[in-house]
């Protein structure tokens, strides 16, 4: 959890401080990323380097990827890893109610807490985040939300992402292509895009897959919970950022909200 709040934290301080454009941040992250993972995977014996194409899969990475950055232009660390993992979650419960899954009152209540808590943050007023980077944050939790529910189909997680990366290099340059004129760079920026693609993303991730194995699917998903307290926290010490009122409220109520839906699916599953 630690990994996935410090992109949201290297993000920030790349863009906030216009250390480098987000498109050269979210390609670079991405190739990064592919190269750590393919490394991972070499010292698997037997393992087959070449995945088949997914195309759901490669394009929530992207749009991921690509949102995620545009996002954290105008948006503070805690504030948009909020955003983020409570469209994930609020993504997730959408497709279990489609599968035909049955939640009981008091999860109802809970979704309906997390909701109002994402609508109260994202609200009009003096200390509301940015709306464009708020909608852009979300598109971005919606994506990483079916990526991950794409990932509970594969037979092995680390391979899948690492050809995953690999699809979406090209997509990613095309991206930095068509925004070549906002290209901007410094070896500070590409640093902090190698450390979130290579280290946050790429080994955070194949610690997370290793995590995976001891944790049923609800406790997975309540531990993820501690992203946005983890990276406010984060932005506090290390951006100088406030923590506001807003945020606040807005991260109890979504994120206890998350956390009684979670309580009772894994109720009903024990």
Same mark, same amino acid.
């Given at each position: 959890m630690v990994a996935f709040a410090?992109?949201?934290?290297?993000?920030?301080?790349?863009?906030?401080?216009?250390?480098?454009?987000?498109?050269?941040?979210?390609?670079?992250?991405?190739?990064?990323?592919?190269?750590?993972?393919?490394?991972?995977?070499?010292?698997?014996?037997?393992?087959?380097?070449?995945?088949?194409?997914?195309?759901?899969?490669?394009?929530?990475?992207?749009? =991921?990827?690509?949102?995620?950055?545009?996002?954290?232009?105008?948006?503070?660390?805690?504030?948009?890893?909020?955003?983020?993992?409570?469209?994930?979650?609020?993504?997730?419960?959408?497709?279990?109610?489609?599968?035909?899954?049955?939640?009981?009152?008091?999860?109802?209540?809970?979704?309906?807490?997390?909701?109002?808590?994402?609508?109260?943050?994202?609200?009009?007023?003096?200390?509301?985040?940015? @709306?464009?980077?708020?909608?852009?944050?979300?598109?971005?939790? @919606?994506?990483?939300?079916?990526?991950?529910?794409?990932?509970?189909?594969?037979?092995?997680?680390?391979?899948?992402?690492?050809?995953?990366?690999?699809?979406?290099?090209?997509?990613?340059?095309? @991206?930095?292509?068509?925004f070549l004129r906002d290209f901007?760079?410094?070896?500070?920026?590409?640093?902090?895009?190698?450390?979130?693609?290579?280290?946050?993303?790429?080994?955070?991730?194949?610690?997370? =897959?290793?995590?995976?194995?001891?944790?049923?699917?609800?406790?997975?998903?309540?531990?993820?919970?501690?992203?946005?307290? @983890?990276?406010?926290?984060?932005?506090?010490?290390?951006?100088?950022?406030?923590?506001?009122?807003?945020?606040?409220?807005?991260?109890?109520?979504?994120?206890?909200?998350?956390?009684?839906?979670?309580?009772?699916?894994?109720?009903?599953?024990?």
């Amino acid at each position: 959890m630690v990994a996935f709040a410090a992109n949201s934290l290297l993000c920030r301080l790349a863009l906030g401080q216009e250390l480098i454009d987000p498109a050269s941040f979210a390609s670079i992250r991405v190739v990064s990323g592919a190269i750590t993972l393919s490394i991972l995977l070499g010292f698997r014996p037997g393992v087959k380097m070449r995945t088949p194409f997914d195309w759901r899969s490669v394009g929530s990475l992207f749009g =991921y990827m690509i949102f995620f950055s545009f996002a954290y232009i105008s948006l503070a660390a805690g504030t948009g890893a909020l955003i983020l993992f409570g469209s994930v979650q609020l993504t997730m419960f959408v497709f279990a109610l489609r599968d035909g899954e049955h939640f009981p009152l008091l999860s109802w209540a809970g979704l309906a807490l997390a909701i109002a808590g994402l609508v109260y943050l994202v609200s009009p007023g003096v200390t509301a985040p940015n @709306i464009s980077g708020s909608a852009l944050m979300t598109v971005a939790g @919606i994506s990483w939300g079916v990526y991950s529910l794409r990932g509970r189909q594969v037979t092995d997680p680390l391979q899948a992402t690492a050809g995953n990366f690999l699809y979406c290099v090209p997509f990613v340059a095309v @991206i930095s292509l068509i925004f070549l004129r906002d290209f901007n760079s410094s070896t500070y920026g590409i640093g902090l895009a190698i450390a979130s693609g290579a280290i946050a993303s790429g080994v955070g991730y194949a610690i997370w =897959y290793a995590a995976l194995s001891g944790l049923s699917v609800s406790r997975a998903a309540i531990v993820q919970l501690s992203v946005p307290a @983890i990276a406010a926290f984060g932005g506090i010490l290390l951006l100088s950022e406030d923590v506001t009122f807003r945020l606040l409220v807005a991260t109890v109520a979504t994120l206890g909200g998350v956390a009684i839906v979670l309580a009772q699916r894994e109720t009903r599953t024990n």
